[in-house]
C-alpha cells in the first residue's frame, strides 16, 4: 500500500527500573495476582517476577506493533518454522532490556535468589535442533536491528520429551512444558483462524463467465494464536512470535454425551487437539503420516491466513481498499525447511479461491513473496507426502499443486525439448511404485529465493541436490550463513 504513516506512539506508560519499583510490582503480582507470599514454592516466585518484567517490555510491544503496522515503504517479513528452539525468556528478557542487575537487587532485597528464580522456569517445548536454533537465532537477530519480522510457529502442548537413567536404561517422557502455565504469552481469540481439511471440489462459473472452484464438506479446525514477545537487544523494540493452538469450532456435542456417548461427544475436539498435542508426532504409521501433514497445513494456511488479515486492516487504518498489485512489495514470507512449503499452494488457493484473482495474477504474487531455507543435503531427509494421503486430505491443495506442475513442465520442455528423463527428475509428482508430492520442489518453483545455510552447504546444493533448478534459475539460489546469538 505504502502510504504516508499516521505518527504512532506508544498507549501504555514505561513502568520505572528501579530495584524497588520492581521489588514492588514483584510483590503485587505475587500476592494479588497469584494470592501467593515470599516463602511459596519457587515457581511462584519465577511467575510473579515475569509478569513484572512483562509489564516493563509491554510498551515496546504494543508500540513496535503500532509502529510497523503503519510505517511507509516497509516489507514486512513473516518467519514460518514448524521450531522454534527460544529456550527460556527471563533471562534472555532481561538481558535485553538491560535490567538484569536491578532485578537481582530487588529480589536480594526481598531475600530471594535470581537465579534460583530463573531455574524455575521450563524450556519452551517449541524446538530441539539446528533447524529451531537457527529460527530462535533469526528472531533475535530481528528485533534487534529493529526489522518487522513476525514468526509463525505451533503451539505444541509437549515438547519432544524428556530424558533420565532408570535402572541404568534411558527412558523417555513427556515434555509437558505448559503444565504450569506460561506467563510470557497473550493469548488473542480474536484473531483466530479456521483451517480446513477433507472435504471435496464443486466447480461453479462467476458472473465474468470465469470458471471458479468451492472445496465445500470440509472438516475444520479452529486454530488460536498465543504470543509471545522476542526483545530486542536494549532498543525498545520487541517484534512478536505468534503460536498456533489446536481446537475444535464445535468442542462439544451434547445430544451425544446426553446419550451416553461421552466419547464420542468430545471426539471433534481431541482430534483437532492432537494437531497441537506434539512436536514432531512419530511418522512410522498412516496415522503418524496424517497428523504431520495436518500440523504442516494447519500452520501454514492458519499464518498466510493471519498475515493477509494484517494487511487489509492496514489498508481499512489508512482508508484504502487492498490492493493486491501491491501484497508482494509489501509482505514476504520465509519458510524454514520443507515443512511449511505447502504454504505455496495455500497462498494460491486464498488468491484463487477467496480473493478470486486469476490464475496468471495470482501466481505473479505467490512467486514474489515467498522464500525458502533448505537445511539438508540428503534426498531422503526431504519430505515427500503420498498423493493418496493429499487426495484425502488437502484435495483442493493437491489440485493446485498438479496445476502448478503442469505449467512448470511446460517450462522445462521448452528449456531442453525432448529431455524426458529432466523432466522427470525436476516434476513436483515423482513417479514410482506409489506417487508423491516433492515439498522441496514446490518450494523452489513457487519461491524466489532458495538458501542454504552456510557457503559449503549452499555450493553443495546447486552442484547436487538443486543442480537442475540451478540451471533453470540460478538467480533463485544464494547463501544465509547462521548467525550467533548470546540467548
Known amino acids: 500500500m505504502n502510504t504516508t504513516a499516521t ?9 520505572n527500573n528501579n530495584p524497588q519499583a520492581i521489588a514492588d510490582d514483584f510483590k503485587h503480582y505475587l500476592e494479588n495476582h497469584l494470592g501467593r507470599n515470599n516463602h511459596c514454592d519457587p ?34 517479513a513473516y518467519y514460518m518454522s514448524l521450531e522454534f528452539l527460544i529456550g527460556r525468556s527471563l533471562s534472555n528478557n532481561l538481558l535485553n532490556l538491560g535490567i538484569t542487575d536491578n532485578v537481582d537487587k530487588a529480589l536480594y532485597e526481598l531475600g530471594n535468589d535470581l537465579e534460583q528464580v530463573i531455574d524455575q522456569e521450563a524450556d519452551a517445548g517449541l524446538g530441539n535442533g539446528g533447524l529451531g536454533r537457527l529460527a530462535a537465532c533469526f528472531m533475535d537477530s530481528c528485533a534487534t536491528l529493529g526489522l518487522p519480522v513476525l514468526g509463525y510457529g505451533i503451539r505444541y502442548e509437549y515438547g519432544m520429551f524428556r530424558q533420565h537413567l532408570e535402572n541404568g536404561y534411558q527412558i523417555e517422557a513427556p515434555d509437558h512444558w505448559l503444565r504450569d502455565g506460561n506467563p510470557w504469552e497473550i493469548e488473542r481469540a480474536e484473531y483466530s483462524q479456521e483451517v480446513r481439511f477433507g472435504g471435496h471440489i464443486e466447480y461453479y462459473t462467476d458472473e465474468h463467465g470465469q470458471r471458479r472452484t468451492h472445496w465445500v464438506d470440509t472438516h475444520n479446525v479452529l486454530a488460536i494464536p498465543y504470543d509471545m514477545p522476542i526483545v530486542g537487544y536494549q532498543n525498545d523494540t520487541v517484534n512478536t512470535l505468534r503460536l498456533w493452538k489446536a481446537t475444535a469450532t464445535d ?19 481431541n482430534n483437532a487437539e ?72 495455500e497462498l494460491m488457493r486464498i488468491l484463487l479461491d477467496d480473493k ?3 490464475w496468471d495474477e495470482a501466481w505473479a504474487i505467490t512467486g514474489k513473496c515467498l522464500a525458502y531455507t533448505n537445511h539438508t543435503l540428503l534426498p531422503e531427509a526431504l519430505e515427500r507426502w503420498p498423493v493418496d494421503l493429499f487426495e ?28 524426458t528423463d529432466r523432466q522427470q527428475r525436476m516434476s513436483i509428482i515423482e513417479e514410482g511404485d506409489y506417487r508423491q508430492v516433492r515439498m522441496a520442489w514446490l518450494a523452489i518453483v513457487g519461491s524466489f529465493s532458495v538458501n542454504g545455510v552456510a557457503a559449503l552447504h549452499s555450493q553443495l546444493l546447486v552442484e ?24
Open 7 to 15: 505518527s504512532v506512539t506508544a498507549t501504555l506508560d514505561k513502568p
Open 251 to 269: 468442542v462439544f456435542d451434547l445430544e451425544e454425551f446426553n446419550a451416553g456417548s461421552y466419547t464420542e461427544a468430545v471426539r471433534e475436539k
Open 274 to 345: 492432537h494437531i497441537s498435542m506434539v512436536l514432531y508426532p512419530n511418522d512410522s504409521s498412516e496415522n503418524g503420516k496424517e497428523l504431520r501433514l495436518r500440523q504442516q497445513y494447519f500452520l501454514a494456511s492458519a499464518s498466510l491466513q493471519d498475515a493477509i488479515r494484517i494487511w487489509e486492516m492496514t489498508a481499512k487504518m489508512e482508508g484504502v481498499s487492498p490492493d493486491y498489485s501491491c501484497f508482494a512489495a509489501d509482505n514476504v514470507f520465509q519458510m524454514n525447511d520443507t515443512h511449511p512449503t505447502i504454504a505455496v499452494a
Open 356 to 358: 478470486l484473482l486469476s
Open 392 to 419: 484425502r486430505l488437502l484435495p483442493r491443495l493437491l489440485e493446485i499443486i498438479y496445476e502448478i506442475n503442469a505449467r512448470f513442465l511446460k517450462e522445462v520442455a521448452q528449456r531442453w525439448p525432448g529431455d
Open 464 to 487: 547436487g541436490l538443486f543442480h537442475d533448478f540451478y540451471e533453470l534459475w540460478p538467480h533463485k539460489f544464494n547463501n544465509k550463513t547462521n548467525g550467533v546469538t548470546p540467548r
Open 43 to 76: 515457581v511462584y516466585l519465577y511467575e510473579a517476577l515475569s509478569y513484572a518484567i512483562r509489564d516493563r517490555l509491554m510498551p515496546g510491544w504494543c508500540d513496535t506493533t503500532q509502529t510497523t503496522r503503519l510505517q511507509p515503504d516497509t516489507r514486512r
